[in-house]
């Protein structure tokens, strides 16, 4: 059973800008590059954790720099008690592709473990997920993918500059 929670005001702001110098510094970036943003999450006014998204660039692959988009998640030690929330999601994003590429879920709630890997395939115009030791494949028809970690970073680009105070109003599905 899905249990609905009405996260309100969950508020951060960037703590750095897009990097200088940088391969994609010179032109609109599709994600913000260096940016670091702290969450406090409060549930019925009462503040139950943090949240912390990070993103950079590495340009390693010199024939398609990748972003690495991280969130984590963890509740505060009153509320490990009620419902203990341990979560790290990491998200790869390809420059060259304009299309996440990778997506791995890690997180513990309330005791249990959950691990999830999205890889894309285009070549095969597929996404396999891996879970539990099982794989599934999803066929894919677009050119550009984007799991909810660039999604998110792309969204506030659009809607917000680096540094700007960003409010959400989120509701979870716990």
Same mark, same amino acid.
């Given at each position: ?15 750095? $800008?897009?990097?200088? $110098? ?22 019925? $006014? ?27 998640a963890r509740t505060s ?55 539990? $030791? ?37 509701i979870c599905l716990l």
């Amino acid at each position: 059973m899905a249990l609905a929670v009405i996260l309100g005001m969950v508020a951060g702001t960037a703590q750095a $800008g897009e990097g200088e $110098g940088s391969f994609v510094a010179e032109s609109k970036a599709p994600i913000p590059i260096d940016d670091l943003m702290r969450y406090n999450v409060y549930f019925a $006014g009462i503040h139950c954790g943090t949240m912390t998204l990070q993103s950079f660039l590495d340009e390693t692959k010199v024939d398609d720099p990748t972003y690495k988009i991280v969130m984590t998640a963890r509740t505060s030690k009153f509320f490990d008690s009620i419902y203990k929330v341990r979560t790290r999601i990491e998200s790869t994003y390809s420059l060259k592709r304009m299309s996440s590429i990778r997506y791995h879920e890690h997180s513990e709630e309330k005791k249990k473990v959950k691990d999830k890997l999205y890889v894309v395939d285009f070549g095969g115009s597929q996404v396999r997920r891996i879970e539990g $030791g099982e794989e599934e494949i999803i066929p894919i028809t677009s050119r550009h993918v984007h799991d909810p970690l660039s999604f998110l970073y792309r969204v506030r680009l659009l809607l917000s500059e680096p540094g700007d105070h960003v409010t959400l109003d989120m509701i979870c599905l716990l």
